[in-house]
C-alpha cells in the first residue's frame, strides 16, 4: 500500500459573514402537478349506481369535483364488456411478447 500513496489537494476554505443568507430565486411554475381520478359502479336490480370523484393540482391550484348518479343497468353490462375487452388483449399481446422467448418446434430427424 505504500507503494501507491494518496495526493489530497489542500482545500481553499473561503471566510463567510455568518449573517448572511443566500435567497434562492423561485423555481419554474408548474413544476410539480398530479391528477387523481376514482370511478365506482355497482349494480342492484335493474339499475346502476355511479360514483366518480376527480382532483388535479396544476399551476398552484387544487381543483376537485364529484357526483353521483343512477343509470340504467345497460350502461353497468356495457362498462363491464368494455373492461373485459380491454383486460382480454392486454393480455393478448403480453402473452404474444412472451412467446418470442419460447423455443420453437424440434426439428424430427427423416427417417
Given amino acids: 500500500m505504500s ?22 430565486p423561485p423555481g419554474p ?9 376514482y370511478t365506482e359502479i355497482s349494480a342492484t336490480g335493474g339499475k346502476a349506481h ?11 391550484k387544487l381543483s376537485t369535483e364529484s357526483f353521483e348518479a343512477d343509470v340504467d343497468r345497460s350502461v353497468y353490462e356495457r362498462m363491464v364488456d368494455d373492461a373485459q375487452r380491454v383486460f382480454l388483449s392486454q393480455t393478448a399481446l403480453f ?12 426439428k424430427r430427424e427423416r427417417e
Fill in 50 to 60: 355511479l360514483k366518480s370523484k376527480r382532483a388535479r393540482y396544476e399551476d398552484g
Fill in 95 to 106: 402473452q404474444q411478447l412472451l412467446t418470442a422467448f419460447l423455443p420453437g418446434p424440434a
Fill in 3 to 24: 507503494k501507491y500513496p494518496v495526493k489530497r489537494k489542500a482545500l481553499v476554505t473561503r471566510e463567510r459573514d455568518a449573517d448572511v443568507v443566500e435567497v434562492l
Fill in 29 to 37: 411554475q408548474g413544476w410539480f402537478s398530479f391528477r387523481y381520478s
